[in-house]
C-alpha cells in the first residue's frame, strides 16, 4: 500500500507543480474595463463607450473583439481595438452602442454585458518540463456596463411642472393635437388667428389620452419608431382633423342652406320650408337696431344667426277646384311644420304646380326690403320689441 501510494505521488508531482506555476503566473491575464461617456441615451439616439484593456501577463494578445452578447443592445460598426497587445501594455478604443432595431422601449437603467475575446501566446510555466516552447490557445473576457434610457428630452423636462421626463414624453405626442384643435377650432369659428395655449384644464384629458395611445399595441410600437418630427407634424394633422372636418361640414351647411340676401325665390323657399335651423312656425317680429326700426319673419342660420325672411304667397298653376283644395291643404299642413308636407310642396314647384310671390317682405321703417331674406352684419344687436303669428306661407287663388 505505502509503494503505491508513494508511486501515485511521484506520478502527479509534475502536475501539481505546473498547476502552481500557472498561478503564479498565468499564461494571460486580461483586464477589461466599460466606461460610458454619458449618464444615458435617449430610446432612438447611441450612446458612446470607452473600453480600456490592460495585458498583465507575459503572453502576448492578438485578434481582439469585442462585442455586445445578445440581448436588448448592440455595438454599432466596429470597436477597432488593436490588432495585437504585448505583455503588460494597454490600449483603449471608443465606440457606440444602440437599441437593437424593434426592441420595445422601457425607460430605466440595463446591464449591458460585453465579451472581449482574443488569441495569447505565452511561454510555459517555469519548472515544467515536457511541454512545448510556446503555449498559445483563445480566451475572453466579461465585462458590463450600466446604461441608462432616459425619456427623450429629460434635460428639458427637468424644469417643468412634474419635472420629469417619462410625464413630458408620455404627453409629447397629445399636447400638438391639442393646440391645432384650438388653432382650427379657432379659425372655424372665425375668431381669427391666436395663439393657442396649453392651460391646467388640459392636462387631465391630455393625460388619460396619452395614457390610453400609449396603452394600443398598435399606437405605441408606431409611436416608438417615429422620429420626434413626424410624431409631433402627425399628432398636430390628428388634432386638427375633426374641427377641419366640422369646419368642412359647416361650408356645405352653409352652401346648402344658409339665406342670402341674393336669394331668388325658388332657393328662398327651398331653404325657409326644409332647413332645420328654421323654428316652425315662424313669428313676424319687430324690433330696433340702434335707431333703425325692422321687421320680418324670423328664420335662423345655420350654426346660429339670425335672419330676416319674408312671407310667399303660394298659388295653385291649374285652377281646377279639386287642384286648388289639395294645393290649399298642402300649403295649411306645411305650415303646421310636418316635414312629409313641406318636401311635398316643394315637389310640387319643381313640377311648375305652384307658383311663388312675396306677400310680406322685411322692413326698414316704412321701406320695403329690396330682397327675401335680410341677413349678415346688418342685424347685429337687433332686439325684438313685439312678435305675431304669421305663417311662412299663405294661399291665394
Known amino acids: 500500500m505505502r509503494t503505491r501510494a508513494l508511486a501515485r505521488f511521484l506520478f502527479l508531482l509534475p502536475l501539481l507543480a505546473a498547476g502552481a506555476a500557472f498561478a503564479e503566473d498565468p499564461p494571460a491575464l486580461v483586464e477589461l474595463s466599460l466606461v460610458p461617456e454619458t449618464d444615458g441615451m435617449e430610446p432612438k439616439a447611441r450612446v458612446a463607450l470607452y473600453a480600456f484593456v490592460t495585458n498583465k501577463s507575459s503572453a502576448e494578445l492578438s485578434a481582439l473583439s469585442l462585442n455586445a452578447l445578445p ?15 504585448a505583455p503588460f501594455e494597454s490600449t483603449n478604443t471608443r465606440f457606440r452602442l444602440q437599441l437593437r432595431p424593434g426592441e420595445e422601449v422601457h425607460f430605466g437603467k440595463y446591464q449591458v454585458p460585453l465579451v472581449l475575446r482574443y488569441h495569447w501566446k505565452a511561454p510555459p510555466p517555469k519548472h515544467q518540463a515536457g511541454t512545448p516552447a510556446v503555449l498559445e490557445g483563445n480566451s475572453a473576457q466579461q465585462a458590463a ?15 417643468l411642472p412634474g419635472g420629469t421626463g417619462p410625464l413630458f414624453w408620455l ?30 384644464d388640459n392636462v387631465l384629458p391630455a393625460f388619460f389620452i396619452a395614457i390610453l395611445v400609449n396603452t394600443l399595441p398598435f399606437w405605441s410600437s408606431t409611436l416608438a419608431e417615429l422620429s420626434t418630427g413626424w410624431l409631433l407634424a402627425g399628432s398636430a394633422m390628428l388634432g386638427a382633423l375633426w374641427p377641419l372636418c366640422l369646419w368642412i361640414r359647416d361650408e356645405v351647411r352653409w352652401r346648402r342652406w344658409g339665406f342670402r340676401d341674393q336669394d331668388e325665390a325658388l332657393s328662398y323657399f327651398r331653404k325657409a320650408l326644409l332647413s332645420r335651423w328654421v323654428s316652425r312656425p315662424p313669428v313676424w317680429a319687430t324690433g330696433k337696431m340702434g335707431d333703425a326700426q325692422w321687421e320680418g319673419l324670423i328664420l335662423g342660420q345655420p350654426g346660429g344667426g339670425l335672419v330676416l325672411g319674408s312671407q310667399l304667397q ?31 310642396l316643394v315637389r310640387e314647384l319643381d313640377a311648375k304646380n305652384i307658383t311663388l310671390t312675396p306677400s310680406l317682405v322685411p322692413k326698414l321703417g316704412t321701406a320695403q326690403s329690396k330682397s327675401l331674406a335680410v341677413t349678415g352684419a346688418v342685424l347685429q344687436g337687433f332686439t325684438m320689441e313685439s312678435v305675431a303669428r304669421e305663417p311662412l306661407l299663405v294661399y291665394r287663388q
Not at 71 to 85: K, Y
Not at 325 to 333: A, D, G, P, Q
Request: proline letters at 8%.
Open 171 to 200: 404627453l409629447l405626442p397629445v399636447i400638438p393635437a391639442f393646440l391645432a384643435f384650438q388653432l382650427v377650432q379657432g379659425l372655424r369659428k372665425r375668431q381669427g388667428p391666436q395663439i393657442p395655449t396649453f392651460s391646467a
Open 314 to 344: 303660394v298659388s295653385p298653376v291649374n285652377q281646377d277646384p279639386t287642384e286648388r283644395k289639395r294645393i290649399e291643404n298642402l300649403v295649411s299642413k306645411a305650415n303646421l311644420g310636418k316635414r312629409r308636407d313641406r318636401r311635398q
Open 71 to 85: 440581448g436588448r443592445f448592440e455595438v454599432v460598426g466596429e470597436t477597432r481595438l488593436a490588432s495585437s497587445l
Open 145 to 159: 456596463v450600466t446604461v441608462e434610457v432616459q425619456a427623450p428630452y429629460s434635460a428639458v423636462a427637468s424644469g
